[in-house]
């Protein structure tokens, strides 16, 4: 068990117990043309409202225009580490249905989809490290986003590398101990606040 493993009362599954989001991307790596196929289709087979899909991404391959251009749109601080990840990719969610409708539950559908995505890549034995910290404007007006589309992350994408190729600063947050709320505060049961009376 690595000591990224998260800590858990009972056993939960590999995948999920085992993901977590590194910095340190081996920049020698590459994705295959069916690992990256797989990642994609993880994706569009997430569950939605009304089956609507509201989510479109945007995917690019180190050295492709597209991973440049995302990877131009993120804050310096993720474009530090971005850079060695083999895929970027950009979710955005479609803001209103074809009638006009909002659709208030895209963001959270498509949050879903990047999900399957980054658990596809564990599963691939990848790693995935999602990111809020970019320029939305600068991404949309680089890649042509049309008006009406948002967009929500972007998903680094890669094969692991040693801790220590990282400059000191992000080499501490690479090994610090993985933390969460505890169960009692987080899952509640007969009324807000109150703890599980099963929960462990
Ligand atoms: C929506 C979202 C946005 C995030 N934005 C960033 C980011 O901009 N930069 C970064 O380094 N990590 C980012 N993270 C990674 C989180 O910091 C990380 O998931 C969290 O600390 C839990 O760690 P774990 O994924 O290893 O369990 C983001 C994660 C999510 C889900």
Redesign the pocket.
């Known amino acids: 068990m690595s000591p990224?493993t998260?800590t858990t009362a009972v056993a939960v599954h590999p995948l999920l117990a085992e993901?977590?989001?590194?910095?340190s991307f081996d920049a020698a790596h590459t994705l295959g043309d069916e690992e990256l196929v797989s990642l994609l289709e993880a994706a569009r087979w997430a569950p939605s409202a009304f089956n609507a899909q509201p989510w479109r991404f945007l995917v690019g391959r180190r050295g492709d225009p597209t991973y440049r251009r995302v990877l131009d749109s993120?804050?310096p601080?993720?474009q530090e580490?971005a850079r060695t990840s083999s895929l970027l990719v950009a979710a955005l969610a479609e803001e209103r249905a074809d009638n006009g409708v909002p659709l208030h539950g895209a963001a959270y559908d498509t949050?879903l989809a990047v999900s399957q995505l980054v658990l596809q890549a564990h599963a691939l034995g990848l790693h995935g490290?999602?990111?809020?910290?970019?320029d939305a404007e600068v991404l949309h007006g680089s890649l042509g986003v049309p008006g009406g589309y948002r967009a929500?992350?972007v998903v680094a994408v890669g094969a692991l590398a040693p801790a220590d190729l990282l400059p000191p600063r992000l080499r501490e947050r690479e090994t610090a101990a993985?933390e969460r709320r505890p169960v009692a505060e987080t899952f509640f049961g007969p009324t807000w606040g109150t703890p599980l009376p099963a929960g462990p």
């Open positions: 990224r998260a993901r977590w989001s590194p910095r993120l804050i601080f993720n580490w949050g490290h999602q990111m809020s910290g970019f929500l992350s993985r």
